[in-house]
């Protein structure tokens, strides 16, 4: 089984590194974990929703939601 190659967020400064998300390409799917507990469940998206769900965080986050 090939290793997953996940990225940290770029929002994660020096002081902070361990606290953020990690994102993953797994095929078809998208996954996210969160830095501090990899080990531990992630969120899984298919491709096709990741644009949809980011798009919606955006927005609560723009109108405060």
Known sequence: MARDNWRRSSYSGSGDGNNCVEVA????HISLRDSKTPTTATLTFPTSAFA????????SRDTGS
């Open 25 to 28: 390409h797994r095929g078809a």
């Open 52 to 59: 949809p769900f980011l798009a919606a965080l955006k927005d």
